[in-house]
């Protein structure tokens, strides 16, 4: 079974530019969640879709934006960016939540 | 809102020895469930354990076992006889269980870093 693909794994930016990132679940899982890790924040809540809906959405800005497909697969997006959006951009996906959410490697997102 | 926390930045540990790292949590609910997830140099996330709150006996999988105390919120993870490959960043995670079309997010600690020496 495969697990959650994230792609790219790496990705340089310059500020001021957007990004789009892409995240496959794991078969059958509906929903989707993005976090952001980074050594000063720690790990924080993007959003979460399940069936093409967004169901719940973290303290972000307008510039960080995601969708979700029919066939479950995600993308976010980060507009205009800045420095300080450099960091490891998680996505997990889940069954039934309660259960635990399998994580994606990530991808590194580095803003010069 | 909800906040986790975990106060040991860093712990090491003997390789065969046993470890505990601590994590407290700060809530208003009475439902909800809790992870430990163990995140090693390949950056991927992997789930350790997970408890449900409504369920008294605390969770053991393999070398892994946890300590709930509701009542103090507090949420600790044993590895007993440690392995080398047990060296990571290991974070404590809380959910609610308000329900599924609620939506649902976890809330991480800031993360517990182990080593392991030979």
């Known amino acids: 079974k495969a697990g959650v693909t994230q792609t790219p794994r790496y990705l340089i930016k310059t500020r001021g530019q957007q990004v789009t990132l892409s995240c496959s679940p794991i078969?059958?899982?509906?929903?989707v969640s993005w976090y952001q890790q980074t050594p000063g924040q720690g790990l924080q809540f993007l959003f979460e879709?399940?069936?093409?809906?967004?169901?719940n959405k973290g303290n972000f800005p307008g510039r960080f934006s995601g969708r979700q497909f029919s066939n479950s697969r995600s993308e976010m997006n980060v507009s205009t960016l800045e420095l300080g959006d450099s960091a490891l951009y998680l996505c997990?996906?889940?069954?039934?939540?309660?259960?635990?959410?399998?994580f994606g490697s990530g991808t590194r997102l580095t803003v010069v | 809102a909800q906040t986790v926390t975990q106060s040991q930045p860093e712990m090491s540990v003997q390789e065969a020895e046993t470890v505990t790292l601590s994590c407290t949590y700060d809530?208003?609910?009475?439902?909800?469930?809790l992870f430990w997830y163990k995140q090693p140099p390949s950056r991927q996330m992997i789930l350790v354990i997970r408890?449900?709150?409504?369920?008294?006996q605390n969770a053991t999988e393999n070398r892994f076992s946890v300590n709930f105390q509701k009542a103090a919120k507090s949420f600790s993870l044993k590895i007993s006889d440690s392995q080398l490959g047990d060296a990571a960043m290991y974070f404590c995670?809380?959910?609610?269980?308000?329900?599924?079309?609620?939506?649902?997010?976890?809330?991480f600690g800031e993360g517990t870093q182990l080593t392991v020496n030979p």
């Open positions: 997990a996906s889940s069954l039934n939540s309660g259960r635990g959410y399998t």
């Open positions: 078969s059958g899982h509906r929903s």
């Open positions: 879709y399940f069936s093409e809906t967004q169901r």
């Open positions: 809530t208003s609910e009475s439902d909800y469930y």
């Open positions: 408890q449900e709150a409504y369920k008294q």
């Open positions: 995670a809380y959910r609610s269980a308000r329900g599924e079309t609620s939506g649902s997010r976890l809330t």
